[in-house]
Structures are given as C-alpha cells and as structure tokens.
C-alpha cells in the first residue's frame, strides 16, 4: 500500500485505536489480515500527516479500521464465495444480541484458499473474532480477540529481466539484452513464472522444479505466520460533555518461510570455500534456509474528551512495549562435500531435513513507545474553526546479537555482523488548521509536523551508506469542497517538504525488500480531486484524480561498479521512485431497485523503480477496468435475506506489471558502461480475467 507514494512503513494503522504497524518494519502485512472486512464497521484512510487522534507518528498517511459495535439483535450470516485460480472463502459471523440489556457476545471466522495465479502462490490463510461486551448506565467495556494465520506460497522475486548471462529471457528491452513488452512475457509462457520454485536452466524457457539430492521434489518457498491481538477497553461518559476510553492490548506473532536457495555462494551463509578430495575448488551449493522471528507486543492507549460551548478537546496517553527474536536456520545442504568439511553441518545433506537444523543468526531487539497529545479546536461564531495539536513521542530502540550478513575476515573465514544499536528518539509533533463553513461550501487548510524514527531494515540493511537519521515533514494542505443535494465535489492542494526522507537506492533485501536510505531535500506535491453527480434515482457517477510532482532536489546514488567497487553519481530534481504521476479513477454506479452495478476503471502512470529517471528501468502505465454485481433477496421468516454478488476484474485481460524492483551496475569491461548499464528488473505482474462469485446468508 501507498497513500501519496508513502510505503507501508510511513503509513500509520490502527484498529479501534490501537496499533497494528509492527514495530520494528513498521508495517502491517496485509497478507496477514485474511477477511477482517467481515467484522469491521468502517475504514477511515487520511492523507498525508492527519490528526494525531490516528494514532503515534502518523507521517505519509493513516488508516483507521473499526470493529463493529456489538448487536442489540441475534443474527447468523454465512458466507461463500469462489473464483479464478481455484479461489475460495467461507466463513460465518454471528451474535448472541443483547442478553439481559447488559451481556452481548459476537463472533466471525473465515478462511480463504488460492491456487495462486503466479506458480507456487498456492496457499491458505483465515482468522477469527470474538467480542464480549458488557453494557452499563455510563460504561461500556469490551474484550476483542483477533486472531489470524497463513501459510502461503511466495513469489516476491517477481518475473525476472535483465542483461546479461543472468538473464532468463530473449529479445531487447531499451539498450538491453531483455524482455522488450509485456506481451513478450506472456506470449513466452512467463507471466506466471516464479523463480523462487522453478528455475529455466532445462530446454529454452522449459521449466524445472527445484529437486533434492534424492531426486524428490522441494514443494516451494512458503511463508507462515500466526498472530493474536487481545484488546481490553472501557469507554465511559463521566460527566455531561465529558467522555473517556481505555484501551490494553496485547499482541503475540510467530511466523517463518522456507526457500530452496540454489547455487548460493558458501559465504552468504559464513563459510569460505575449500577445495574438495579431488582438488576442486567448491564456492557453492544447494541450501534451504527457514528464516523467522517471534514478537510481542502489549501497552495501554487512554484518551479523554470534551465537547460543548463551541470547544472540542482530546487528549491522549499511550505506551506500547515491544519485543522480538530473530533467527535464521539452514535446514539442507545439497553438497555432501560441504557438509563433510564443515562439521556443524552433519546430516543436513540427507533429504529428512526436517530434523537436522544449523542455527546461522540470532538477534533480540526492544522497542519502546510513549507518546501524548493534546488536541483542542474552536468555533469563531458560525463560519470559522480553529484547531490545534500536539504530539510527543519517545522512542527507544535496541537490538543485539548476529545478524544474517557476514564479514570477510584477512584469514579468509566470515564471521556475523554484530548488531549492537541503541537509539532514543524524542519528537515534538505540532499540526494546526482552520476552516470556513457556509451552506454547501467549505475552505480549509492547515500545517502539520511529523518525525518517524528509522525501521529495522534502515540500520541493518543500509550496506555502503551511513548510519540513518531519523526523518522529518513539513505537511501545507489547502483544499475546498462543495456539497449539494445532487453534486458533490472537492479540490485539494498539498506540498509536502522531506527532510531525511527515506528514499528506494535500487537495491532489494534477499526477500524482496527495498532498501532504503536518507536523502537531505525531498518534496511531494499534488492536487487532489473528486467528484461525483446523482444523474438520475438510478445512476451515479463519481471520478477522482491525483495529480502530484514527486522529487528529490540532490540525489547521491551509489552504484556498483565491478570494475572498480563502486561509482556516486549525482542527480539534481529526479523523480521518486514508485511515485505515478498520475492516478485517475472513474466509477459508473448503477442501482435500479435492489441491483447494484458498479463499473471501475483506473490509470496509473509510469512509476520509476529507482531514483535515477530512467526510463529503461520503470514500470510502463497501465489501465485497468472492473464491474461489480450485487443483488439483495429478501424473505420472511428465519432467513432474511440472501445476497449474490458477481466481481470480474482486469476485465479487457491486460498485460502490465504494478509493482517490481530493479538492479543495476556499472560493467565497462563487459560492455556496460554508465548510460547502458547491466540490470535485472522483477515485473510483479497482473493476472488475466478474473471471476468471483459470492453468496450471502443472513438469519435473524
């Protein structure tokens, strides 16, 4: 996800106010969150800074999820649906109601199973809810439990192309030896193809799984992971105008993934090459590591409110404790010559790798939160509001033991990188606004400063650059809107100025990752426009578009070279990277009587794998077009109402790729000076037509 070209780590999660961004990627993986719209009653997306009412360091954007209020009336709903690629979902979710006019109980559970468009992206995942609600005159206390799980194949290499003898495709592309279009790709028989699980070294473009010493087959890279969020809160109306919550949570996570690593050089996991009983020098082998890490979380969030007499106040403690393991095993070695030479390694040759384990890094961190706010907003007689906000954060963060890159020693042996960060951060966060209110029509804008400390990947990850900083963002925001009985539209402008910001260099982690580094002078700047008209009682149309300029004034990229180690190049005004242009949606909403069609196309403009502008290495625009079918059924008795519902998307079958990453280097002996440099490029590709249906059951 990307709100204003903002990754995951810079966008700020909450659910019922509590924090879902882990803390240390500070990202929440969606892949994780299977089927939480079936117990949410509302999401809330704000762009850019927002209030600090969304939660601790919001920075390019916030998403607030809400559960549901318990129900005052039993119900039952069951729900199916299936698709393209063998994609299914069942689940149910019901209430008990209001027991006695004190107790009510909800609950759902669902899970969802996929073939996988992409090959080896079988997998299935689900998660479940319970809600326990007690009700009184002035108080209300809830528990939820929130659970989820997948085990999923993985593909986060994308589909490869490149130059080069690591090329696994023919043709050109740019100056290249590569894949020229998408249609190439695909007429090729690759637009599925998952390097990760199959590899081309058989007959041309023949693909081969993966296999053990044994012959048998490496099933695929799967990723797996289980996490519990347990929130206890008390809301309560203490006085007229006055009201409080409390909210505890705590939050326990587990997960790993598995990959067959072939051809690996013997140092990426701390062993130098030897030379074997018949004098052949052996760098590498055949692995399969399993990389994982355990985490808790738990804290308390207390805020305190009062609205009357044209003010509006919130204020708000909260504290959230963190901890997590990180570890890494090779569970096979291909090479029986390694495993002879390195004793540590007994036995993981044999193909029962399930039961041999070689423990290749293992670190602890911690991580502290506090933050306060204080949020305080004024009415100027009828027209004019006022508002303003104060955040302040502290942040600890420690982190030690071995981690999973290694350092060449003179002797010629490796030895781990040793992780030893300690860091305190402490954030003055100041935001103000005021607005103008008059019948239909609305003028508002407002300022906001944030700070973001870095994430784990930013210290341990960071290669040749020096150690990060943490960022910091001036947020200007000017917008209009109108609203009348039959159209509606708005206007707005924003300017955010970066100082630190954390940019993509090119470079990826071994699972896919972009690294990252600060740049001193970075800037985002855009309008943003929506509007919609009621053309009759049974057609609505709606449309929005987000134009923006994304730069980095000064760029330093620091580039392989293998010739020379590695070159700086300077770029003055270049492009963010994964940064469009220009995003359009267009929606044609039919609704006569119970039907309910929607049609919705969307356009994404060239995105820039890297910060260099070059257009050999980006991701070319694409249009997508959906429609979305929905008819209600209702009924007298125990059944209420059934729901069908119908989705087709990518309905025109378009070849494009919306995500990806790219590498590239410096090779004058080979050929590949700077301007026609080596690269390989990862396209995360669409999938052809797909179809969905889905059935709805509600008891009452």
């Known amino acids: 996800m990307r709100i204003r070209g903002a990754g995951d780590s810079r966008i700020n999660v909450t659910i019922d106010g509590v924090p879902l961004n882990s803390p240390e990627d500070q990202c929440v993986f969606w892949a994780n969150m299977n089927s939480y719209s079936y117990f949410l009653e509302s999401v809330q997306v704000q762009r850019g800074v927002g209030s600090s009412t ?70 299935n995942s689900g998660s479940w809810y319970v809600a326990l609600s007690w009700v009184g005159r002035d108080v209300v206390l809830r528990y939820r439990n929130i659970g989820n799980y997948e085990h999923t194949g993985q593909a986060w290499n994308g589909v490869t192309a490149g130059t080069g003898d690591l090329s696994i495709m023919d043709g050109t592309y740019g100056n290249n030896t590569g894949i020229k279009t998408y249609a190439d790709m695909y007429a090729k028989g690759l637009g599925k193809f998952n390097s990760l699980y199959e590899s081309l070294d058989t007959d041309t473009y023949g693909l081969s799984r993966y296999t053990l010493n044994d012959g048998s087959l490496w099933p695929k890279t799967t990723d797996n992971f289980w996490q519990d969020h347990n929130i206890l809160s008390a809301a309560w109306n203490f006085a007229e105008g006055w009201n409080s919550t409390l909210s505890l949570h705590y939050t326990h ?19 130098a090459s030897f030379k074997d009983a ?90 502290n939160d506090y933050s306060s706010f204080i949020k305080v907003s004024k009415n100027l007689g009828k027209h004019f509001n006022l ?39 402490d954030f003055l966060n100041p935001k103000a606004g005021v607005s103008w209110t008059s019948g239909s029509h609305r003028v508002y804008a407002s300022f906001a400063n944030s700070n973001r400390e870095p994430e784990r990947n930013n210290f341990t990850d960071n290669g040749s650059y020096p150690s990060p900083e943490s960022e910091n ?67 609505t149309l709606e449309a929005n578009a987000a134009l923006s300029r994304n730069r980095i004034k000064d760029f330093d ?32 909403i ?19 794998l890297d910060n260099t502008e070059n257009r050999d290495r980006s991701l070319p625009g694409y249009s997508l077009s959906g429609l979305s079918l929905r008819y209600p059924l209702k009924f007298k008795g125990l059944l209420k109402e059934v729901n069908l519902g119908l989705d087709v998307n990518n309905i025109f079958g378009v070849h494009a790729a919306t995500s990806g990453w790219v590498y590239s280097a410096i090779y004058a002996s080979g050929g590949h000076p700077e301007g026609n440099r080596y690269y390989q490029i990862g396209f995360v590709p669409t999938a052809g037509t797909t179809v969905m249906w889905s059935i709805s059951l509600k008891f009452r």
Do not use: C
């Open 253 to 271: 996570g587990y997960g790993y993934y598995e990959e067959f690593r072939q051809s690996n050089k013997l140092s990426k996991f701390g062993f």
């Open 387 to 425: 508002f303003w906000d104060l955040q302040y954060r502290r942040v600890t963060y420690r982190t030690d033991g071995i981690n999973d890159k290694f350092i060449e020693q003179p002797d010629g042996s490796y030895v781990n990188q040793v992780l030893d960060i300690d860091k305190t951060y």
């Open 473 to 539: 963002v001036s947020d200007f925001e000017f917008g209009y809107q109108f609203s009348g009985r039959k159209f509606r539209a708005g206007a707005n402008l924003y300017y955010m100025d970066y100082v630190n910001q954390f940019v993509q260099t090119g470079a990826v982690s071994d699972i896919g990752e972009a690294l990252t580094t600060n740049v001193w002078d970075s800037y985002r700047a855009g309008i943003e426009l929506v509007a919609s008209a009621d053309i009759s009682s049974w057609l």
């Open 278 to 367: 018949d004098g052949n020098t052996v760098k590498r082998t055949d692995f399969i590591r399993q990389k994982g890490l355990s985490q808790d979380a738990g804290g308390a969030v207390w805020n305190v409110s009062y609205s009357g007499n044209g003010w509006d106040f919130i204020g708000g403690l909260s504290a959230q404790l963190f901890g997590a393991n990180h570890f890494g095993y090779l569970t096979y070695v291909a090479s029986p010559a390694v495993t002879a030479h390195y004793p540590v390694l007994a036995g993981l040759s044999d193909t029962n790798f399930d039961e041999g384990l070689y423990k290749y890094y293992d670190s602890d961190a911690r991580k």
């Open 54 to 123: 969304n939660g601790d360091g919001a920075f390019g954007g916030s998403v607030a999820l809400r559960s549901r209020p318990f129900s005052y009336d039993p119900f039952l709903e069951l729900d199916a649906s299936y698709g393209s690629y063998n994609t299914r979902n069942a689940g149910f979710s019901a209430s008990t109601g209001l027991l006695g006019n004190r107790f009510a109980a909800d609950f759902a559970f669902h899970t969802t199973g996929t073939d996988g468009y992409v090959h080896g992206t079988a997998g």
């Open 590 to 608: 039919l609704h006569p009587g119970r039907l309910q069609a929607t049609w919705h196309t969307s356009y994404v403009s060239r995105q820039y």
């Open 557 to 588: 990229e620091v580039v392989e070279d293998w010739d020379n180690g590695s070159q700086t190049i300077h770029y003055d005004n270049s492009t963010l990277a994964f940064s469009p242009s220009a995003i359009l949606n267009g929606f044609i």
